[in-house]
């Protein structure tokens, strides 16, 4: 899970949002939003996350990524943070395909639990998991019930995403390459978002956590 570092509301969000309370004299409703403007934040969620899924760090291809609600639109206790941007990631799998196993948002549904989930939009979240070379992602530290809870709530464990870490992580045992390949390697591959076309390179936090030692 890579840290979402949230950028500046969309005004014409702001805009609608003043336009909704002032008419509907109340706080605004996520249904109300025009499907325009929900596609124009959907696809800002996308560049500002790198395009990577705020969960899994699959790319969002195109038609197969939806809005997430951090806070779920489903318990009424979190109504008055729906249409909040900071409430707001892109996850991965839109539509699922006969026999696609359910993982990040999806998994997640309506879970919430402040203690035990751990938000995408915490600094401290790439610290809280640890991968092995054959793809697993685990709790850093073994005890760490909130990192446990969240793997199995979002479904991160599962053969689908560990066999494509898994992928991921194999160029770069590639026995033919120097020590300063590698460390080229990693260190293109772990480019800013900014250096990198806007684009985050798919599992990001697992290459870092896995060739930590190569980064310069």
């Known amino acids: 899970m890579k840290h979402i570092t ?9 805009k609608w949002k003043s336009q909704d309370r002032k008419f509907q004299k109340g706080e605004p409703k996520w249904n109300r939003i025009p499907t325009p403007l929900k596609e124009r934040i959907r696809e800002d969620l996308r560049k500002e996350q790198g ?17 997430e609600h951090l806070k779920p639109k489903g318990l009424r206790q979190y109504t008055i943070f729906l249409a909040d941007y900071d409430n707001l990631v892109c996850s ?9 196993p359910n993982h990040c948002g999806n998994s997640k549904g309506s879970w919430y639990d402040q ?4 938000s995408p939009l915490d600094p401290g979240c790439e ?20 990192a446990i809870t969240t793997i199995n709530k979002l479904n991160l464990d599962i053969d ?6 898994q992928a991921a992580i194999e160029p770069f045992l590639d026995d033919s390459l120097s020590s300063q390949e590698v460390i080229d390697f990693v260190n293109g591959y772990l480019k800013d978002k900014s250096l990198n076309g806007g684009r985050y390179n ?13 980064i310069i």
Do not use: W
């Not at 699959?58 to 990524?65: G, M, S, T, V």
């Open 127 to 146: 610290t809280r998991f640890t991968y092995t070379f054959d793809g697993y992602i685990q709790p850093a530290i073994a005890d760490d019930v909130a």
């Open 115 to 118: 203690t035990l989930f751990i």
């Open 92 to 100: 991965c799998q839109f539509e699922l395909k006969n026999g696609e």
């Open 6 to 14: 949230k950028t500046t509301e969309p005004a014409e969000l702001l």
């Open 202 to 214: 798919e599992f990001y936090t697992t290459i870092k956590s896995l060739f930590s030692s190569f």
């Open 160 to 165: 689908k995403l560990n066999s494509l870490r």
């Open 51 to 67: 395009f990577i899924c705020a969960y899994c760090e699959r790319f969002l291809q195109e038609n197969d990524y939806h809005m």
